[in-house]
Each structure stands twice: as structure tokens, then as C-alpha cells.
């Protein structure tokens, strides 16, 4: 009899259902739906992972009451709004440096997954040839679109200089799909490492821009600063810009593998033991192992 092959789930089981969003709200109501969201959705998580239907499906109903996804992404574009300070694209702006950015001899090609406005710091800074997706967008210059099922690139053209994944790992529904996600990541990435006289020196990509709550990393039984920056070092990363704030953990990376690594195991382990630590975590199985026939 046959083991049977575990396969990844699609990115949208870890967005909630959709809904019809409502008019703006006020800073405190936009930040109440946020951590009423995410509370309600980690323990939507909790439940497909132990299999729980009705579970589930009751607090998908709590979700919707909420708004959905909709009206999550209302309130997270709220708090990204300038006047409020939220827009995490203006620290990856802040590390390019605008003076560098005007010397660049090319217009980088910027991939943003998880976009939720064309209005942020990068998109409106002139600097990037910008390219949003999201898998529910809430305008007509997002593309509808799951990353991982985004076509892989033919040609240098069709792939990016630069990368962001802005509070985006923390929705994906599962530590391999995360994973596996990081691991996509050097698909899109143009493999060009700025060799002197090649018209880009200027330029200090390929990077990827990442974003993550700070109990991503500060409170997982799983998961600790110096893991995450393990794995992508073995995925062939370097880190070259990182800071934290009340709530979130930003960091840039920059591709210094000329090749992709032709197998990685990132297994969970335990890093931070505490009952009152949360379970997110990120795994790696590439390439994964084959099946094999069980013996009777």
C-alpha cells in the first residue's frame, strides 16, 4: 500500500473568507478588527491543522461577522495610511536611500505579494517599475493572483530585482508552504549579482524585503531571529538591513548565491519552550523525499 504524498495547500486557506467591506473607520475601530482578526484567524488555523470541520467552519462564520477578508484589508490599508505612519515600504525606501536610488543606471523591477495599495512609499517614489498582487485585490492596478501559482519566469525579463513580503509569511497556512514560499522567491529573483561594468553596480539587489510580526520570531516555540536567519542563509541570503519596532520585525536580504541550493532540510524543532509561546514555524524539504511502497 502506497504512503500517501502530503500536498501543499493553497495560499487562500489562510485568508479568511470574503465580505463586503464597510466605509472607513476610525484608527481604534481599524486597530480592534486587526487584533480581533488575527486572534480569530490563529485559531482558524489551530483548527484545520487539527482537523477540526466544525470548528473551523464556526470561526470562519466569527471572521465573517467581522467583515472578512474585505473589510481586514480595509483596516490594515488604514493603518498603512501615511498620515498614520503604518506604510512598511517607506523603511525599505529609508534603506535604499533616495540618493542612491536617483544613481542607479536602471529602474529596478519591484515584485510586491500581498499588496494592498499602489499608493505606498515605493510605489510613488518613481524609482521602481512596480508590480502588485494579492489574492484578493482592492484595486484595479493589483493583479488577482497567488503567488505560488504565479508562472515561473522564461527570462531575465520576466523576473525582479527586488522582492517584498510584507506581512505576508504570517498568513500563509502552514510552516512547509512558508517554506516553500521563501524558497519560490529565488525563481523570480534576477540572478545578476551587480558585477562591476555591467550597467547596474549602483544597484546593491537582488533583494527580498521582509516583514513579520515580531511574535513571529520573539514568541514561537518554533521559530527565534537567529533560525529564521538560518534558513535563509541556506537558501543563499545574506542579511543587510534589519530593525524592530513595538509590533513588527523588518529585515532586507540581499541574493548572494550565484545558484540555487540543490537541497535544503529545515525541519521544526523546538527553540523556545513556553506554555504561552505560539506555534509559528517554517519548514523545508527540497527536493522533497520520494514516496516509498510500504512493505507488508
Known amino acids: ?60 462564520a466569527e471572521i465573517a ?18 498620515e498614520r505612519g503604518g506604510d512598511t515600504s517607506k523603511v525599505l525606501l529609508e534603506w ?20 494592498l495599495s499602489t499608493r505606498n512609499a515605493c510605489s510613488l517614489s518613481g524609482f521602481f517599475d512596480m ?3 494579492d489574492l484578493n485585490s482592492q484595486e484595479p492596478g493589483i493583479q488577482q493572483q497567488d503567488f505560488m501559482e504565479r ?10 530585482d527586488l522582492i517584498s513580503l510584507s506581512l505576508v ?19 523570480f529573483l534576477r540572478r545578476n549579482l551587480g558585477e562591476p561594468g555591467d550597467g547596474q553596480a549602483a544597484w546593491p539587489g537582488p533583494l527580498l524585503f521582509l516583514v513579520l510580526p515580531r511574535s513571529c520570531l520573539d514568541n514561537s516555540r518554533y521559530m527565534s531571529a537567529s533560525r529564521f536567519t538560518e534558513l535563509l542563509e541556506t537558501l543563499g541570503y545574506k542579511v543587510m538591513q534589519e530593525k524592530s519596532s513595538q509590533k513588527l520585525w523588518y529585515s532586507l536580504w540581499k541574493l548572494v548565491q550565484a ?33 516509498t511502497k510500504a512493505r507488508r
Not at 487562500?12 to 465580505?19: D, E
Not at 535604499?96 to 499588496?115: A, Q, Y
Not at 512547509?176 to 525563481?187: I, Y
Request: hydrophobic letters at 30%; aromatic letters at 4%.
Open 151 to 160: 508562472p515561473l519566469p522564461e527570462s531575465d525579463a520576466d523576473r525582479f
Open 96 to 115: 535604499l536611500n533616495v540618493r542612491t536610488m536617483k544613481d542607479i543606471k536602471h529602474c529596478p523591477r519591484m515584485l510586491e505579494v500581498g499588496s
Open 1 to 60: 500500500m502506497g504512503a500517501k504524498k502530503k500536498t501543499l495547500k493553497s495560499l487562500r486557506s489562510g485568508r479568511p473568507p470574503t465580505a463586503t467591506a464597510s466605509r472607513s473607520m476610525s484608527r481604534k475601530a481599524s486597530r480592534t478588527l486587526i487584533n480581533s482578526h488575527h486572534q480569530l484567524e490563529k485559531k482558524r488555523r489551530q483548527a484545520i491543522a487539527e482537523g477540526d470541520a466544525d470548528a473551523e467552519k464556526s470561526l470562519s
Open 65 to 82: 461577522t467581522l467583515g472578512g477578508l474585505k473589510h481586514y484589508q480595509r483596516a490594515s490599508l488604514q493603518g498603512q495610511s501615511l
Open 259 to 291: 545558484q540555487p541550493p540543490s537541497t535544503v532540510k529545515f525541519t521544526k524543532r523546538e527553540v523556545n519552550p513556553g506554555r504561552s509561546r505560539n506555534n509559528f514555524s517554517i519548514t523545508l524539504d527540497h527536493p522533497p523525499e520520494p514516496t
Open 169 to 187: 509569511l504570517n498568513f500563509v497556512p502552514d510552516a512547509a508552504l512558508r517554506g516553500q514560499m521563501l524558497l519560490r522567491t529565488l525563481s
Open 131 to 133: 508590480v502588485h498582487i
